[in-house]
């Protein structure tokens, strides 16, 4: 069982910055690969970033290609997701989330474990 608590959302303007946390709490942090989805009003939860146990491997949707780094910390169990050249479309309620199995990155149901999600929101 793992607990996910996401923080670091909140308004900023377009071309800025921000990075958000996701500590994990419960065992075996490390065992687990990690993931950010994201969900705008009206749309559904769509893949942003994964990154292996490790860190060896990441990946990324088209859409932040470029412009997020995601990032993990396996002495802290906090799994990072820098976001650059913030964008109004980036706007959306992201989530982090976990997976005992790994290998189905790009979609939700790849992943056992949720957090409750921070507000991004992009002024242009």
């Known amino acids: 069982q793992v607990q996910l608590v996401e923080s670091g959302g909140g308004l900023v303007q377009a071309g800025d910055s921000l990075r958000l946390s996701c500590a994990a709490s419960g065992r075996s942090f490390s065992a687990y690969d990690m993931g950010w989805f994201r969900q705008a009003p009206g749309k559904e939860r769509e893949f942003v970033a994964a990154?292996?146990?490790?860190?060896?491997?990441?990946y990324y949707s088209e859409s932040v290609k470029g412009r997020f780094t995601i990032s993990r910390d396996n002495a802290k169990n906090t799994v990072y997701l820098q976001m650059n050249s913030l964008k109004p479309e980036d706007t959306a309620v992201y989530y982090c989330?976990?997976?005992?199995?790994?290998?189905?990155?790009?979609?939700?149901?790849?992943?056992?474990?949720w957090g409750q999600g921070t507000q991004v929101t992009v002024s242009s």
């Open positions: 989330s976990a997976s005992r199995s790994g290998g189905r990155y790009y979609t939700a149901q790849g992943y056992d474990y």
């Open positions: 990154i292996s146990w490790n860190g060896g491997r990441t």
